[in-house]
């Protein structure tokens, strides 16, 4: 008999019982909690390597949890696990061919006159894959015996970057410190890491990038290349390749160079050998992330050379070594007065063709700075010859920190879904990325971790949710935002609470727009830690960092133009679009101010004017988190005590921080354009003045 939970509660209180488990997030969604009709596995390895004894020790993990730790069954199902390197699998000629590297199949055999489940792979990696799918679905609640899976992912490259210092400060981090202790290491290898890796592994992530774009060279010395070592170490068995980020003047500040021009043959030669020795401390090391010439940071255009140079100067160093340079498309300069959402693209569309073989260009998700909405960045479509790797951002810098839910999983998929007209219609972003439209075979998919030291990894557990969605996106890029959210959930709660605590997710997004950045306004938010509203900054020293660059009120309208008679940036995408984007009658709402300067009493087609159709999606927001909250409260039987109560905290300080985001907007709208509020409408609670008062120079996660 199970003791009642008041017992429990009345035990642990006096320090006598621990509770069986706590449900503090740190298992993420691989709880394996007891199922009603738990199968029992007998599990064999077909063969002895490493990975794919992980993958056995992953199932039989999973197994004892569904059966909430009683004895194995007597007539446990038998489930065989392996790639076409053994025999026992190859014998079984299943349709592998086509499934590459990672893929995998699951499906039921005779396997020497026996009725058997099968896992199998070409590669270790595939049959780990396979384990963690099989066990999803089980969580789901699918009948073990009714499971048959082919699948392999459909990007190349399913890698996280982390925005991590040598110093555990994570740059837009808003869950602790950095699990990667560089100090300790390699000496102290945290087993948390290893967990990191495992939890990667059950979404497809194989490839991390350790360090911050914004990258010290130190990165790159024999000390700290014996550290990123330990940690590639511990990724390995997991199918997870290590990365770093290289800052482009390296030469000079550990070679001793006078430059670090592309052109330059000794620059050269410092980054050759330098390959070469990372290579030797990282056999299977993947190669460079670089950020160049952006935001301060050294890069080819301090010589005068191209983005192309620089990237295919690196590209050609990693190369003997198999290795990728990753050149990122976020540059926008301090010195030049165009539209900062046009820049990348004046930039690297020019260079398409331009790049080496083993360099893929990293673009936004948007053009400016994953801002809650944006349109599609116009690189994607635009630079047939390059392999473009979609970046996005999983830490919520722009969208409540670790604070307010919101669940990303919709954001990249109505960016992955997006169409760019490249070669017609249907010519997707996801297609673009995953290499389908042009034939690339080198594609990859980057997110930018939400990753720290807090016991639930990702400082809320619905943000743990944007891990996993987008390690499932990665996989799969036209993967349903709506499925994943109900997998997350189910693994992560439970089956029966699924569709519930899923409908509370999917228009989560859609309400942060609606609160902080309404109907195509973006970068509103706080200088510096972009925490809450600041739109009336005005004094920052270049013109683009000031929130009132992006929104252009005055007492008659407001918005970017970005048509012809503005800044033209919507020249920059396909003809179709760019008719459609240039209409404010076509563009649709979510995008209307990005594009359009419009006057506050401009007619919107749902009646009204622009002004108190903007004043009702700030309310609109608001009450969308009241609802949350509600929907939230209704689940408190069904969820553990520890898990609902962090959760309930979290939403009642976002609804104050919507109704903030609402009244310091409002209220600074007003001042601007003089209008009434529209009848009906709650007054701000207090003056504009108050809220430009607030100040946060603690804020978590900014960038030093
Ligand atoms: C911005 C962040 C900044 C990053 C930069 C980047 O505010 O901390 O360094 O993006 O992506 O969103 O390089």
Redesign the pocket.
Known sequence: MRTPAIWLAILSALGLAAPAAAEDGYDLWLRHRPLADAPALAVEAAEADATVRLAARELERAAAGWRGGAAPAVSARALLIGTTASPAIAALRLPLAKLGEDGFVIRSASVGGRATMVIAANRPVGVLYGAFALIRRVEQGEAIDRIAVQDRPRVALRMLNH?DNLDRHV??GYAGQSIFDWWRLPDRVDPRLTDYARANASIGINAAVLN???AKADSLTAPYLAKAAAVADVLRPWGIRTFLSARFSAPIELGGLKTADPRDPAVAAWWRAKADEVWRAIPDFGGFLV?AN??GQPGPRDYGASHADGANMLAAAVRPHGGTVVW?A?VYADTDPADRAKQAWTEFRPLDGKFADNVLVQV?NGPL??QPREPFHPLFGAMPKTPLVAEF?ITK??LGFSTHLAYLGTMWSEVLSADTFAKGKGSTVAKVVDGSLEGHRLTGIAG?ANIGTDRDWSGSIFDQANWYAFGRLAWDPAADPAALAREWAAQTFSPAVAAPVAAMMMPSRQAVVDYMTPLGLAHLMGTGH?YGPAPWVADLARPEWNPVYYHRADARGIGFDRTRTGSDAVAQYARPLARRFADPRTVGEDYLLWFHHLPWDYRMPEGGTLWQALVRRYDRGVAAVGTMRAQWQALRPDIDAERFRVVSDDLAVQEREARWWRDASVAYWTSINGLPLPAGAAAPADTLDHYKSLSFPYAPGQ?K
């Open positions: 925005w740059e837009r911050n774009v914004n950020k952006s935001e990122r976020f936004k700075d994953f951002q810098e722009y930018v972009h960038g």
